[in-house]
């Protein structure tokens, strides 16, 4: 079973670390292992989401999300955003900026480094709204629940999550002027870049969950408009026509799933320019990370099991906003990559040894306990 739901990921692994190993040797290789953990960490709680959902497909669309889909998440999302994010803040056009990738590294990476400073504020805006409207909600199960807990109250006021990001993007923007002109480098747009580009970040992050809020409404419409359909049926003795709602309710399921994914997406893709600027790796170690999601979402449809470790979406998004918190130091200052790394990796194993646990200290109770 095991075998039959992962073997192409296991394959496209191997293939992803060879593949490293000779393009950069074994620090590549680290570093696509690296990006591969965090991907398919980051993105546990995208499979869970998507088998949720995806569980109440028929068959036609469960095959459209896992083919169709998956393409569109492997290489659109993964592999070719990247690439745009490079070519649009080093100003060059995306064949380029492979071209320049493959050829030439040392021209590549100076255009990267110039247009860093607007990656990074895009970036650290985007993981840092997801990680703090996380850690505001009030959840039934709590991780670190002496910090969870006062965190929830506190998130009952209206727009602080927005309130404490653009404080927080204010003060990057400020340390940017000022050690420019302590340093006697008169940079005034690098500030002025750092702001304009996490409101940017802000905005796109309002977009994706705009976007995710409408589809989810609209699937909620058709799924009730579907029951009442069914349920006149039946009063009235008619044969069910419940074919066409299936399929305008599972087009929509389908939109919110891709509309979904890409936001799942973002994190991943923007937390790793915090480890690399390399896009071969970056390719590689999404590449490899996203397949596992596909992978993960087939195996608990089919296994009908989501909330086996349930601290490992906490986990992922401490990780998220460790990653937030390095991009925007990193706009100023240079964190080697495998620390980087290393924190969401460390962050997510702990909140995995800490499910395990959990479940073990369940199964000798013989009952349900509150996190």
């Known amino acids: 079973m095991v075998l039959k739901t992962f073997g192409w990921s296991f394959a496209i692994t191997a293939l992803g670390l060879v593949a490293a190993v000779f393009y950069g040797g074994w620090q590549a290789f680290g570093i696509v292992a690296i990006l591969s953990v965090l991907e398919i960490s980051l993105s546990f709680d995208n499979a869970v989401v998507n088998a949720g959902i995806l569980k109440k497909m028929n068959a036609f669309w469960q095959k459209i999300f896992l083919t169709i889909g998956v393409l569109i998440a492997?290489?659109?999302?993964?592999?070719?955003?990247?690439?745009?994010?490079?070519?649009?803040?080093?100003?060059?056009?995306?064949?380029?900026?492979?071209?320049?990738?493959?050829?030439?590294?040392?021209?590549?990476?100076?255009?990267?480094?110039?247009?860093?400073?607007?990656?990074?504020?895009?970036?650290?805006?985007?993981?840092?709204?997801?990680?703090?409207?996380?850690?505001?909600?009030?959840?039934?199960?709590?991780?670190?629940?002496?910090?969870?807990?006062?965190?929830?109250?506190?998130?009952?006021?209206?727009?602080?999550?927005?309130?404490?990001?653009?404080?927080?993007?204010?003060?990057?923007?400020?340390?940017?002027?000022?050690?420019?002109?302590?340093?006697?480098?008169?940079?005034?747009?690098?500030?002025?870049?750092?702001?304009?580009?996490?409101?940017?970040?802000?905005?796109?992050?309002?977009?994706?969950?705009?976007?995710?809020?409408?589809?989810?409404?609209?699937?909620?419409e058709e799924e009730e408009a579907e029951h009442e359909a069914e349920e006149e049926a039946k009063r009235s003795g008619k044969p069910v026509t419940a074919v066409a709602m299936a399929g305008k309710a599972a087009f929509f399921m389908f939109l919110y799933l891709e509309v979904l994914d890409a936001s799942f997406s973002f994190d991943g893709v923007i937390g790793a320019f915090a480890i690399t600027n390399d896009i071969v790796l970056m390719a590689l170690g999404l590449g490899i990370g996203a397949m596992y999601v596909r992978s993960l979402t087939v195996y608990l449809v089919r296994q009908g099991t989501l909330d086996d470790y349930v601290y490992l979406e906490h986990g992922a998004h401490y990780a998220i906003g460790a990653l937030a918190v390095i991009l925007l130091v990193t706009i100023q200052y240079e964190i080697n990559e495998i620390i980087t790394g290393l924190i969401g990796v460390v962050l997510i194993g702990w909140s995995f040894w800490s499910s395990v646990r959990r479940n073990k200290r369940l199964e000798l109770e013989g009952s349900p306990a509150e996190a």
């Open 74 to 220: 492997v290489f659109g999302m993964r592999l070719v955003f990247p690439v745009v994010i490079v070519a649009i803040s080093a100003k060059i056009g995306p064949i380029e900026a492979v071209d320049l990738a493959l050829s030439d590294k040392d021209m590549y990476e100076q255009l990267v480094t110039d247009a860093h400073p607007s990656i990074a504020a895009f970036g650290g805006m985007f993981l840092l709204m997801i990680f703090l409207d996380f850690i505001f909600e009030d959840r039934d199960i709590k991780w670190l629940a002496w910090l969870e807990r006062p965190l929830a109250k506190l998130g009952k006021i209206d727009m602080l999550s927005a309130c404490i990001a653009l404080i927080v993007l204010v003060i990057a923007s400020m340390t940017v002027g000022a050690n420019a002109h302590q340093h006697g480098g008169i940079h005034v747009d690098k500030a002025q870049t750092v702001l304009i580009s996490g409101v940017l970040g802000l905005i796109t992050y309002m977009i994706v969950g705009g976007l995710s809020g409408y589809f989810e409404n609209k699937l909620e």
